[in-house]
């Protein structure tokens, strides 16, 4: 079955901690991205990357961190230096220059 | 001005109504288009995906370009309470490199 899961499904992050947000797919997409959607609001791009071992920053990188060690794998890292972390993160994945398919979300709340 | 324009709603109508979603761009080099559906506390999945100008239809759903206008739409014909969702616009360009996303129309179809 193909697709993108995302896990925790909820997540809830104490005052001071760094918490990392799991993103994995079997489409053999090349490129993926890290969305944050605030209650009534669009999606914002975080970070991307279109290739193993490089990433790019987004519009609101800020406090946020991400690896890229193997194709189906995007993890992003919410740290300490994010003051407004609480909020719905999507993952979604494309092959290069093509359409994006989205993960079903991580529900972040800080303590 | 911002690259992608789309009325937020709420937007109400009654089951079997058809109902029209439009969104406006100003970046010309847009090619691909796309609308996404978002029920409440998942992440949005494609729904439509179009390139350059024209009409694609797929069952209750017809989107259209009009690139002379940057002008974008999605009918859904005899709605149902199912179509109940935010669905939001997307675009981006011949090398995907600028893929970018509407806020979002909120729609409920009331029984």
């Known amino acids: 079955d193909g697709g993108i899961t995302q896990s925790p499904k909820y997540l809830f992050r104490k005052e001071g901690q760094n918490v990392t947000l799991s993103c994995e797919q079997n489409?053999?997409?090349?490129?993926m991205y890290w969305y944050r959607q605030d209650p009534g609001q669009g999606l914002r791009l975080i970070y991307y990357?279109?290739?193993?071992?490089?990433?790019q920053k987004g519009d609101i990188a800020e406090g946020y961190s991400v690896s890229r060690e193997k194709k189906e794998s995007f993890p992003l890292t919410v740290t300490s230096a994010q003051k407004n972390p609480t909020a719905f993160y999507l993952c979604?994945?494309?092959?290069?220059?093509?359409?994006?398919?989205f993960g079903p979300g991580t529900r972040l709340t800080v303590l | 001005q911002k690259e992608v324009e789309q009325d937020p709603g709420p937007l109400s109508v009654p089951e079997g109504a058809i109902v029209s979603l439009n969104c406006t761009y100003s970046?010309?080099?847009?090619?691909?288009f796309m609308w996404y559906r978002q029920y409440s506390r998942k992440g949005p999945e494609l729904l439509m995906y179009?390139?350059?100008?024209g009409n694609k239809e797929d069952g209750r759903f017809t989107a259209q370009v009009d690139k002379s206008s940057k002008y974008i739409s999605l009918f859904i014909r005899d709605s149902q309470p199912s179509d109940s969702a935010t669905y939001l616009c997307?675009?981006?360009?011949?090398?995907?490199?600028?893929?970018?996303f509407g806020p979002g129309t909120r729609l409920s179809v009331l029984p």
């Open positions: 997307a675009m981006s360009d011949n090398y995907g490199q600028n893929f970018v």
């Open positions: 979604a994945s494309s092959e290069a220059g093509d359409t994006q398919y």
């Open positions: 489409l053999n997409h090349d490129a």
């Open positions: 970046n010309s080099a847009f090619q691909y």
């Open positions: 990357s279109q290739i193993v071992n490089d990433f």
């Open positions: 179009t390139y350059s100008s």
